[in-house]
């Protein structure tokens, strides 16, 4: 499977004596106020997601500051270039592709519009790649029909700031019936047809590592990774 973080500590104080939960909050109420322009439906007619080119959607998910040599531009989501995503799960997986010179401790949080949080400490390979990040098993489950934003705040020199960088993306829950018995893809289909990007993203990742020879999952994930603008990490290893 792909790499999974252990949670390394949960809402403590960081070095000034400030808060993560609201250093992280401060940090995306604006977007949260934005989410409301999300819209429900999504292309289904190839491998793209969400928007359309009408939409102008931004191309990066990345804000705050860079701090000297750390900077979150060495970090690249796995997500539509809209930044959102739909899951059918309850602790989705955020694939980031990582960089050699990335600070190897960050903050990974989720947070809804209305009453939920969760942060997590995580440890970031010192090898460049693709890692999972995901909820831990004692964090609170994601609700049905909700709409969350996640981030990922890197700790420059092991420290957390009100400006530190951060990687962000928005996740929206949709319940599904799986109704395929194992992992494959035609299951990464139809994640695809209900629009499930981040089902369909990790599960395509996990097939690559379980089946590395097989040329139709090769095309598979080149073929999404292409058509989201996201070509230059197509052939990084997935970290297991």
């Known amino acids: 499977m792909v790499q999974r973080y252990k949670t ?14 609201e250093h992280a909050t401060a940090q995306v109420t604006d977007q949260l106020t ?11 007619d190839n491998w793209s997601f969400w928007p359309d080119d009408n939409d102008q959607p931004p191309q990066r998910t990345v804000s705050g500051a860079s701090r000297g040599n750390c900077s979150a531009d060495d970090l690249v989501a796995l997500m539509p270039s809209s930044q959102y995503g739909m899951t059918s799960k309850s602790r989705p997986e955020v694939l980031v592709a990582t960089a050699v010179e990335s600070p190897r401790k960050a903050l990974f949080s989720i947070q809804s519009t209305d009453d939920y949080y969760y942060e997590t400490y995580v440890e970031l390979p010192d090898t460049s790649g693709i890692v999972s990040l995901s909820l831990p098993p004692e964090a609170p489950e994601l609700a049905a029909d909700e709409l969350y934003q996640w981030s990922l705040i890197l700790m420059c020199n092991e420290r957390l700031r009100p400006d530190s960088p951060a990687l962000q993306g928005w996740i929206k829950t949709h319940p599904l019936e799986n109704t395929l018995a194992r992992a494959s893809l035609d299951q ?10 981040y089902d369909m993203i990790s599960l395509l990742a996990d097939l690559r590592i379980q089946e590395p020879n ?22 990084e290893p997935i970290l297991n």
């Open 214 to 235: 097989n040329q139709d999952v090769h095309d598979a994930w080149h073929s999404i990774l292409d058509v989201t603008n996201l070509t230059d990490v197509a052939n």
């Open 34 to 44: 934005e989410s409301t322009r999300v819209r429900d439906s999504l292309p289904a």
């Open 8 to 21: 390394l500590c949960l809402l403590a104080l960081i070095g000034g004596g400030f808060c993560i939960q």
């Open 188 to 197: 990464a289909t139809e994640y695809r047809n209900a629009h499930l990007w």
